[in-house]
């Protein structure tokens, strides 16, 4: 027998305002036809004034216990992912562990950008199947609207605000491919790639949050070439091959590439969860917003095997492999 760290719940949260393409028309010389092709993105959702990560953390991980049946003390250990927190400290985590009313277990942030969500999961894997937490409430959250340089059409389009949540359970497992729960995870970060994707300030370097700054063709060619071996190493990991595959769960920053890495894996599109059309790239949140997503719409059932993969600053990339 082996643990499984098993997802027992998923939720998401978008924030009310939708920012279709075409608003940036009227700024930039961009066009609603140039971002739908280079990248998929129709709409993506911005945070209101006053709203922050924690408040759209807060309404996702209630889903998330809500879909689980779980109360805020059933959990014992709160990780999320973010690199966009309201504060330098405390963690996002911690304020949204008061916010849920979680008082007992230990909350802690994970910032490995768009890769956080990843890095998260295989943090509660570790900390599940080592026997130190048992419920671990994993969220991806960001307000990345926070640091877009409005002026600068690279970018400014492609990004979106955003929560997902999902409530991982301990659970005795025989020990082989057809366990429910993370089968395996991959996990590599790259710092020679940092000015590929990086934010030009911070609290110890200029004393301001900074804005993102992108090098998107450097980026592509190292996402397209890094996901399909991340992907297929943790299904190696796990004994299992990309056709046993149901599901996979890409990070959602541009179709294009996850057109190529579904092509790289042999996967029709058929079995690809897409929502970069409706949210944007919203970094950590992406993958646990396009799970939430892709089981409301009946995609992602019990017993099916879900790949999930994700590349972002960094460099910092990986994969789990999971029975959800
Ligand atoms: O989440 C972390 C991971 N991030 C990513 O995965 C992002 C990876 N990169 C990408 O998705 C793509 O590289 C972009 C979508 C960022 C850019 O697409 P591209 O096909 O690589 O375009 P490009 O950067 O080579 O730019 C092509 C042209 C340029 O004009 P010139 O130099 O050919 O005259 C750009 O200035 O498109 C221009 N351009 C735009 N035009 C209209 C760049 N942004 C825009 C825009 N509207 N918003």
Same mark, same amino acid.
């Given at each position: 027998?082996?643990?499984?760290?098993?997802?027992?719940?998923?939720?998401?949260?978008?924030?009310?305002?939708?920012?279709?393409?075409?608003?940036?028309?009227?700024?930039?010389?961009?066009?609603?036809?140039?971002?739908?092709? /280079?990248? @998929?993105?129709? =709409? !993506?959702?911005?945070?209101?004034?006053? %709203?922050?990560? $924690?408040?759209?953390?807060?309404?996702?991980?209630?889903?998330?216990?809500?879909?689980?049946?779980?109360?805020?003390?059933?959990?014992?250990?709160?990780?999320?992912?973010?690199?966009?927190?309201?504060?330098?400290?405390?963690?996002?985590?911690?304020?949204?562990?008061?916010?849920?009313?979680?008082?007992?277990?230990?909350?802690?942030?994970?910032?490995?950008?768009?890769?956080?969500?990843?890095y998260?999961?295989s943090?509660?894997?570790?900390?599940? /199947?080592? @026997?130190?937490? =048992? !419920?671990?409430?994993?969220?991806?959250? %960001?307000?990345? $609207?926070?640091?877009?340089?409005?002026?600068?059409?690279?970018?400014?389009?492609?990004?979106?605000?955003?929560?997902?949540?999902?409530?991982?359970?301990?659970?005795?497992?025989?020990?082989?491919?057809?366990?429910?729960?993370?089968?395996?995870t991959d996990l590599h970060?790259?710092?020679?790639?940092?000015?590929?994707?990086?934010?030009?300030?911070?609290?110890?370097?200029?004393?301001?949050?900074?804005?993102?700054?992108?090098?998107?063709?450097?980026?592509?060619?190292?996402?397209?070439?890094?996901?399909?071996?991340?992907?297929?190493?943790?299904?190696?990991?796990?004994?299992?091959?990309?056709?046993?595959?149901?599901?996979?769960?890409?990070?959602?920053?541009?179709?294009?590439?996850?057109?190529?890495?579904?092509?790289?894996?042999?996967?029709?599109?058929?079995?690809?969860?897409?929502?970069?059309?409706?949210?944007?790239?919203?970094?950590?949140?992406?993958?646990?917003?396009?799970?939430?997503?892709?089981?409301?719409?009946?995609?992602?059932?019990?017993?099916?095997?879900?790949?999930?993969?994700?590349?972002?600053?960094?460099?910092?990339?990986g994969?789990?492999?999971?029975?959800?």
């Open positions: 027998m082996i643990t499984r760290a098993v997802v027992r719940g998923v939720g998401h949260y978008l924030p009310e305002r939708v920012v279709p393409n075409s608003e940036f028309e009227k700024t930039l010389e961009t066009s609603d036809e140039w971002i739908r092709s /280079r990248t @998929g993105i129709e =709409r !993506r959702h911005f945070a209101a004034e006053g %709203e922050y990560t $924690s408040d759209l953390a807060l309404k996702a991980a209630q889903r998330a216990l809500a879909d689980a049946g779980l109360e805020a003390d059933d959990l014992d250990t709160l990780i999320l992912a973010t690199s966009t927190p309201d504060y330098t400290f405390p963690s996002v985590a911690t304020q949204v562990q008061a916010a849920l009313g979680m008082t007992r277990g230990f909350a802690f942030d994970v910032q490995a950008v768009c890769a956080g969500f990843i998260a999961l943090n509660a894997d570790a900390l599940i /199947r080592s @026997g130190q937490s =048992r !419920r671990v409430l994993v969220i991806g959250a %960001e307000t990345f $609207s926070r640091i877009m340089d409005w002026s600068d059409r690279s970018t400014c389009v492609l990004f979106g605000d955003g929560a997902g949540a999902v409530v991982l359970e301990a659970a005795e497992g025989a020990g082989n491919i057809n366990d429910r729960g993370i089968l395996s970060s790259d710092g020679r790639h940092r000015e590929a994707l990086y934010v030009d300030g911070g609290v110890s370097r200029t004393g301001t949050a900074g804005h993102l700054r992108m090098q998107g063709k450097e980026v592509f060619r190292h996402a397209v070439e890094k996901l399909a071996a991340t992907a297929e190493r943790a299904l190696a990991k796990a004994g299992l091959e990309s056709a046993d595959l149901d599901w996979v769960v890409p990070h959602q920053a541009n179709l294009r590439i996850i057109r190529a890495t579904a092509t790289k894996l042999g996967l029709p599109m058929e079995r690809v969860v897409v929502t970069v059309q409706d949210h944007g790239n919203t970094s950590a949140a992406s993958i646990p917003l396009a799970m939430s997503v892709g089981k409301a719409e009946g995609k992602l059932k019990q017993g099916d095997l879900v790949l999930a993969e994700a590349i972002g600053g960094g460099l910092a990339w994969a789990v492999v999971l029975r959800w």
